[in-house]
C-alpha cells in the first residue's frame, strides 16, 4: 500500500491562520495589545470616576467619559475613510499605536508627579479613542492584504476575537490595577501595550494592491486606482447593508449602555468593589471570545442569526434586573457577549463580501461611525438615569429597548430574498470562482 504524501502546504493549513501567516498573526497581536489598552483605560478610569474621583453624579460623570471615549469613531470618520485609502495601511497602523502610546506615557507621568484633574481623564481618552478610531478600521481593510480569499472568513473571526480579547484581558486588570496603583499605574500600562503594538506592526510587509492583482479578479492597475465616491453615496448602492447597519445602531443604544451599567450595578446594587467589575467584564469578553471562534458555526440565514441572538441578548440582559445575584449577572454577561460575537462574526465577514474593494476603506469607517454614533448618546443617557433610576430598572431597559431592534431584524430577512441582496457589482468586485456569497450565508 502506498501512502498520500503529506506536504509542507498541508501541513501548514492544519496550523491556526495566525501561525501559519505570520504577517497577519503579528498585525493581529498588535491589535489586541491596543484595544486591551484602550478598554483597559475606559473601565480603570469609569471605575475610578465612581468609586474614587466623584461622590453625587457619579453615574453621569461616567456616562460622560464613555460618551467621550467614542466620540473620534464617529466626528472622524470621513478623515479616516480618506487617511485609509490614500496612507499606506502599515503606516496607519504604526502611527495610531505610536502616538497612542505617547498620550498614555504622559498621562502616566502627570498622574504620578501630582493629583489628575477630571478634564486630563476626559481628554485623555478622546486622544486614546482618536488613535483607535484609525486603527480598527484600517486593520478590517488590511485584512485582504494580509491573507488569501479563502482565509477572509477566518482572518475576520480573529480579527473580531481581539474585541473579546481585549474586554476579557483590559477589563480584568483595569479596576483591579487602578485599586491598587491607580491612574497613574493604569496609563503606564496602557503605553507599554501600545509601543509594542506599534513594534509589531513595524516589522510587518503588507502585499501591496500591485501583488494582489490575480487575486482580486482584475488587473493591478483597477485594483490600485480606487474610485473617488463619498461615503454616503457608498451606502446608497449597498439599501440591504445600510438597513442591517440601521438595526444594530438601533440596537447598540442599548447594548452599549451595558458598560455604563456595569459599575454602577457593581457599587449600588452587588455593593462590591473592583474584583467584581473585573468578573463582570471578564464574563463579557469571555462570552465574546467564544462567539468570535463558534460565530462562523452558527448555521441559518444571516438577518436569521442576527435577530435570534438580539432576541436572546433582551432575555439575559433583563434577568439581572430581576434577580440580584453576582453569578447570575456574570453569566448573563457571558451569554450576551457569545450574542456579540456570533453577530459580529458573521456580519462583518458579510461586509467583507458584500463591499466592492474599492469602496471598503470608506465602508468599514461608515461602519464604525454608525454603529458608533448611539454610543454617546446610551452613555448620557444611562449615565444620567443612573443617578435616578436603579442599575437594576437599567437592565430592564436595555432589555425592552433591544424588543424592536429584533423585530425589524427580522422583518428585513423576511421581506429581503437572498437573491435581491446586495452583491458586489462586476467591475468594483469579484467573486472567485465556484463561489457565491448571499446574505444567507456561503453556497
Wanted: net charge positive.
Amino acid at each position: 500500500m502506498s501512502a498520500t504524501p503529506v506536504t509542507r502546504a498541508d501541513e501548514g493549513r492544519r496550523l491556526p491562520l495566525v501561525l501559519r501567516n505570520r504577517a497577519f498573526g503579528a498585525v493581529w497581536l498588535g491589535q489586541i495589545l491596543t484595544q486591551a489598552a484602550v478598554r483597559m483605560f475606559q473601565v480603570g478610569v469609569s471605575w475610578w470616576l465612581v468609586a474614587y474621583a466623584v461622590g453625587d453624579g457619579s453615574g453621569l460623570a461616567s456616562g460622560l467619559f464613555m460618551a467621550v471615549s467614542s466620540l473620534p469613531a464617529v466626528a472622524l470618520a470621513p478623515v479616516v475613510a480618506r487617511a485609509v485609502a490614500r496612507i499606506a495601511h502599515r503606516s496607519v497602523l504604526r502611527a495610531a499605536a505610536a502616538l497612542a502610546g505617547a498620550a498614555a506615557a504622559a498621562l502616566a507621568v502627570w498622574a504620578w508627579t501630582s493629583d489628575l484633574p477630571l478634564a486630563a481623564a476626559y481628554g485623555s481618552t478622546l486622544a486614546l479613542a482618536a488613535c483607535q478610531a484609525f486603527f480598527d478600521p484600517c486593520l478590517t481593510t488590511s485584512v485582504p492584504e494580509l491573507v488569501d480569499d479563502e482565509d477572509i472568513e477566518t482572518a475576520t473571526g480573529f480579527e473580531l476575537s481581539t474585541q473579546s480579547l481585549a474586554g476579557l484581558g483590559g477589563a480584568l486588570l483595569g479596576a483591579l490595577i487602578v485599586d491598587r496603583f491607580g491612574v497613574a499605574g493604569l496609563a503606564a500600562g496602557c503605553a507599554a501595550a501600545y509601543l509594542a503594538a506599534a513594534l509589531l506592526i513595524a516589522g510587518v510587509r503588507f502585499r501591496t494592491a500591485a501583488a494582489r492583482g490575480d487575486e482580486d479578479g482584475g488587473p493591478a492597475g483597477e485594483a490600485a486606482a480606487p474610485r473617488k465616491r463619498t461615503l454616503r453615496s457608498i451606502l446608497r448602492e449597498l439599501p440591504y447593508v445600510r438597513r442591517i447597519l440601521v438595526c444594530f445602531a438601533a440596537a447598540n443604544l442599548f447594548t452599549t449602555a451595558v458598560f455604563v451599567v456595569i459599575p454602577l450595578y457593581t457599587r449600588n446594587v452587588l455593593g462590591d468593589g473592583g474584583g467584581t467589575v473585573a468578573l463582570l467584564e471578564a464574563s463579557l469578553g469571555v462570552g465574546t471570545l467564544i462567539g468570535s471562534f463558534t460565530g462562523a458555526r452558527v448555521p441559518g440565514r444571516h438577518t436569521v442569526t442576527g435577530s435570534n441572538c438580539l432576541g436572546l441578548m433582551a432575555l439575559v440582559l433583563a434577568l439581572p434586573g430581576l434577580v440580584a445575584q453576582r453569578l447570575v449577572i456574570s453569566c448573563c454577561l457571558a451569554v450576551a457577549g457569545w450574542c456579540v460575537g456570533v453577530i459580529g462574526v458573521r456580519f462583518v465577514a458579510l461586509f467583507q463580501r458584500l463591499v466592492p474593494t474599492a469602496d471598503k476603506p470608506g465602508f468599514f469607517a461608515v461602519m464604525q461611525a454608525v454603529l458608533g454614533a448611539t454610543f454617546p448618546v446610551a452613555s448620557l443617557l444611562f449615565g444620567l438615569a443612573g443617578d435616578h433610576l436603579s442599575a437594576q430598572t437599567l437592565c430592564l431597559v436595555q432589555a425592552a429597548g433591544l424588543v424592536p431592534a429584533t423585530c425589524a431584524l427580522a422583518l428585513l430577512g423576511a421581506r429581503t430574498p437572498e437573491s435581491a441582496a446586495d452583491r458586489p457589482t462586476a467591475e468594483a468586485a469579484t467573486v472567485p470562482a465556484g463561489r457565491t456569497h448571499e446574505p444567507g450565508g456561503e453556497r
